[in-house]
Structures are given as structure tokens and as C-alpha cells.
């Protein structure tokens, strides 16, 4: 994932796309990904002073994590989210996209330690960080976790998802 190649993409097919909720989305992800892009190379800059090289898809993976949660501002009429809930940056989309209105957010900065344990598998939060806690809560609501990332399968001690099967 090239963040500015993705970024000159989309400058160029904007005119192409009319709308209010669709400006309004555009518009809101362009701001998102050019503070990545920005967050990223920031950060390069910091590991890069004292001479240590870190490829920049490892940082843009972390930068992804801790943006991609949004705060819902105001809902408008459709009372899909209230305001003040943090939900994803892509749920946020498709609702407005399906909904055909704007769904106004802001964009927040999640701690390393919050993106973590802001996830949908309680597998992947348990194993990060205050396990016996995050496991009592699962239980107590019932969750299933399906075991759909990496993340999880990995603590099972089952196949990646994404290594190729090698019995052939």
C-alpha cells in the first residue's frame, strides 16, 4: 500500500464523482490519508536521525491501526450512530455511501494501546494487553470471535492466513 500513489488516484478521479455525501466522503478521506502520509514520515524521520532504517510499510501498518477509528459528530436523520461513538473509519463510509447522507465524524488518533484493545476479536485484545480482564468481559457478554485475522489464528496456533496451504 502506497499511501501517496492512493492519494494522487483519487485527485484525479474526484471530478468524476458528484454528490454531497460522496464530496463530503472524499473529501474527509483525503484528509485522512495525507495525515498518514504525514504521520509516517514523521515518524521515519524520527527512527532516521539516529540512523536506524524501518521500510515504511511497517510504519503505515501501525499509522492505519491508530486512524481508523472515527468520533460521529452529528447523525443527521437517518439515527444510524450517536454522536460521540467511536466506530470505524469504514463502517462510518459504507453507512454514508448505503445511506446516500453524510454521516459527519472527526477523525481521532487512537493510542497504540486503545487501537489494540478497540478490536472486534477479544482474541486479539486479550493478547496485547490486561488479558484476564479482557476474557472475563467476553465471557460475561457472550462474544464469539471467529478468528478471522492473522492476529488471532497465530495465538491459536493454527495455519497463517497468510501463508499458502502447503500440504499440495
Known amino acids: 500500500?502506497?499511501?501517496?500513489?492512493?492519494?494522487?488516484?483519487?485527485?484525479?478521479?474526484?471530478?468524476?464523482?458528484?454528490g454531497i455525501p460522496w464530496g463530503f466522503l472524499i473529501g474527509a478521506e483525503l484528509t485522512i490519508a495525507q495525515s498518514r502520509i504525514s504521520l509516517v514520515n514523521k515518524i521515519q524521520k524520527v527512527y532516521r536521525s539516529p540512523g536506524v532504517q524501518i521500510h515504511s510499510?511497517?510504519?503505515?501498518?501501525?499509522?492505519?491501526?491508530?486512524t481508523s477509528k472515527v468520533l460521529v459528530s452529528e447523525d443527521g436523520m437517518s439515527n444510524v450512530f450517536l454522536p460521540g461513538e467511536l466506530i470505524e473509519l469504514l463502517r462510518a463510509e459504507r453507512a454514508g455511501r448505503a445511506l446516500d447522507e453524510a454521516i459527519c465524524y472527526r477523525a481521532i488518533l487512537l493510542e497504540i494501546t486503545k487501537a489494540s484493545l478497540n478490536t472486534q476479536s477479544f482474541i486479539s485484545e486479550a493478547s496485547f494487553q490486561e488479558t484476564a480482564r479482557v476474557l472475563a468481559k467476553a465471557a460475561l457478554r457472550g462474544r464469539i470471535d471467529w478468528l478471522k485475522g492473522l492476529k488471532e489464528n497465530v495465538v491459536r496456533g493454527g495455519l497463517s492466513l497468510s501463508v499458502p496451504d502447503s500440504k499440495n
Open 57 to 66: 510499510r511497517h510504519i503505515e501498518i501501525i499509522v492505519r491501526q491508530v
Open 1 to 18: 500500500m502506497n499511501l501517496e500513489r492512493r492519494v494522487e488516484s483519487w485527485n484525479e478521479h474526484i471530478p468524476k464523482i458528484i
